[in-house]
Nanobody, 124 residues
């Protein structure tokens, strides 16, 4: 059974940093795209970043503006999201996801597996 478990969320002041991790189990995703999305209650799930498995191409949501970096460690079956210069509007639940077709898509409907989410709160 596939499981994705996020960690690393929490409360941070504006301008601070957090590093999210997502550990996958149940199968190996070295050739799949892994991505991050976020969601504020009552709003649509928003694309944050994705990293393909085959050619290791990264994609980012427009709002990240160079502040976020996605990376992965296939040996650990884990994807990371380094978030710097956090802003109040970055407050959301962050989800990791896997796209078995390795598309690096920004459309959440293209992703097969999802984690349970981790809360990120940016507040002074």
């Amino acid at each position: 059974q596939v499981q994705l478990v996020e960690s690393g969320g929490g409360l941070v002041q504006p301008g601070g940093s957090l590093r999210l991790s997502c550990a996958a189990s149940g199968r190996t995703f070295s050739t799949a795209a892994m991505g991050w999305f976020r969601q504020v209650s009552g709003e649509e799930r928003e694309f944050v970043a994705a990293l393909t498995g085959g050619d290791r191409t990264s994609y980012y949501g427009h709002f990240t503006k160079g502040r976020f970096t996605i990376s992965r460690d296939n040996a650990k079956n884990t994807v990371y999201l380094q978030m710097n210069s956090l802003e109040l509007d970055d407050t959301a639940v962050y989800y990791c996801a896997v796209d078995s077709m390795d598309r690096g898509s920004s459309d959440y409907r293209d992703y097969d597996y999802w984690g349970q989410g981790t809360q990120v709160t940016v507040s002074s």
